[in-house]
Every structure is written in C-alpha cells, then in structure tokens.
C-alpha cells in the first residue's frame, strides 16, 4: 500500500495540431509509442499510457490535434479531442511559443472552459525561441484562458520535463493507482504497429497523399522461434496515389516497410517479418463503415 499524499488521475493532452503533443507524451512517459510527423493532423485516435512514479500515477490521453474538418474522418478526429476534455481531471494545453490565436485553437480554449477542469499550460517547441517570445507566448495564453501553471517545455530536447510531470501530479487529487505500475498503455501491439506504419508513411510520402493514408493490420502471428509475421494493409483512396505509395520499382513501398519492420523489431523486442500490401478504398475517408472498421468511429 502506498502511503497518504500519492495522487493519481487522468490527463487530456489538447492542442492544436502539430504543436507537439504527441512527443511530449512519448517523451514523459520515456517510451516511444504515439507516431509523430511534422506533417498536422497525425493522430487520429486517442491513446491513453500510463506514467507512475513514488509521487502519483498519472494516465495521459493523447488527443487529436484540432484542425478544421473537412471530411467524415476529421469530424471524428475533432470529436475525440473536445469529449476527452470532459473524461479527464486535468487538461495538459500544449502550445508552441506563438502570440497569435488561430481560429482552431479558439474553438479549443471555449471547449477547454466549457470542461473547467483545471489547465495547465505547456509552451512546447523551447528549443525554437527566446525568452521575450516565450513571455509574450505565456501572457498571450494566460489572457485566453485561466490557467493553474504554466511550464515552457522542449518535448524534443526534453527540456522541463520533470518539472512538468511534479506540476501534474501535484494538481491531481489524493488517490490509489489506477493501473498497475508496470502499465504504460492499453494499446495493443498490434495497433501500435500499424500506427507505426502509417507514421513512416506520413514521414515518406508528401502533398495529399499521407492524409488519406490508413493502415489495417490483417495478420498479427508468432511463430514458435518467436519470429512475428506481420500483414497490413495500407489504404489508400486513389489509383494514383496507389502508385506514388509503391514507387519506382516498388522503391517507396520498400522503404516505408523496412523503417516500419525497424521500428516494430524494437517495440516487440524480437525479429518481424513484415508484409504489406497497397489497396485502394475510394474516398474512404467519408464512408462510415471503413472509418468503422479502421476504428475512427465508436
Ligand atoms: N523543435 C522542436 N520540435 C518539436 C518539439 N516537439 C515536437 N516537435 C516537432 O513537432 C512536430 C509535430 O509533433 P507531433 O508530436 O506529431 O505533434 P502533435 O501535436 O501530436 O500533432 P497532431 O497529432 O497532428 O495533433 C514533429 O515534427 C516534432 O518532431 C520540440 O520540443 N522542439
Ligand atoms: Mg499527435
């Protein structure tokens, strides 16, 4: 049993899209598990991963970053986001140094206060400024939304990081751990591969084409040596961009599956043979029962 003053609850990492939010995530936990890209609206789906130490345990939701929709599978991405506010005990805002507000993030601060959960403010990205911006940054937020803390943090860098997780766990209430402390997340490893695909996707491919990416793990089997054979299929919602997917001489297709089998080797800590295979969905992205059975829908 844990003695009095350890605290626990859930924390909705929001924000804007490619803001960072994911890396920080990965990076307070210690553990590389939400796909990132420099390219917006990379994830699509919350995951939840569990940090826990002597203080507290605190259960982070990583949330899509808001942007405007545009099509069915946006609509459900934005969704995601503004419900987790409400499921959680504390919102961790992440920002990067700017004073400007966008249209998005505007949507997201009245989203945030119709919540009231209590705020903290993360500046991410603190590698990038200096401490003039950085303090306009903080008044600018400070101004659109009361906020209980605010921490400047490099998510990258790993710069404030403990800092921020002491800040967490103290304005979290008194309680028990929620998950076994060997818990980081309740994602399956079958999940996280095809999302570490679709991140290797997202980083080769360029223009429209990664957007309308997904990735459908069909075979997921360990052999007795231990070996995993892996087959996934990625989704695409055009002909042409079938083509780009592959490459010259299948070139693009092979790059994005050995980063993938890489990356998938490190996280399962054992050998993976991977396959994958390019199909086209035409405009999937708007059809409810694809975006079901690729699990962007409830
Ligand atoms: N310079 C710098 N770049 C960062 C930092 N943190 C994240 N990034 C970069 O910002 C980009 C977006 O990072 P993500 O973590 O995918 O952003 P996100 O907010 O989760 O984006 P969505 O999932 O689209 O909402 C990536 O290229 C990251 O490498 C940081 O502290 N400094
Ligand atoms: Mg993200």
Redesign the pocket.
Known sequence: MRGDGFRSGFVA?A?????????????LIGMKL???????????RRMQTVYTCEKGQIVFL??????EAHNRLSEYMDDVAYKSLSDVDLILF?TEPVTYIGKGERIMIEKMKQADKPVILAV?????TDDEQLEKAVRTYSEAIDIRASVA?????G?NLDRLTDIIISLLPEGPMLYDEDTVTDETERNISAEIIREKALRNLKDEVPHGVAVSVVSFKERSSGLIDIEADIICERESHKGIIIGKGGSMLKRIGTESRKDIEELLQTQVNLKLFVKVRKDWRQNPVMLKSLGYRE
Do not use: E, F, Y
């Not at 990583?62 to 942007?67: K, N, R, S």
């Not at 991410?124 to 990038?128: A, F, G, V």
């Open positions: 990492i924000g804007r899209t490619n803001v960072g939010k994911s890396t920080l995530m990965n990076h939400a796909i990132t890209s420099n390219r917006p609206q990379t994830t699509r990583d949330t899509p970053g808001i942007h992440v991410n990205k603190l590698d990038t943090v490099s998510a990258l860098k710069i």
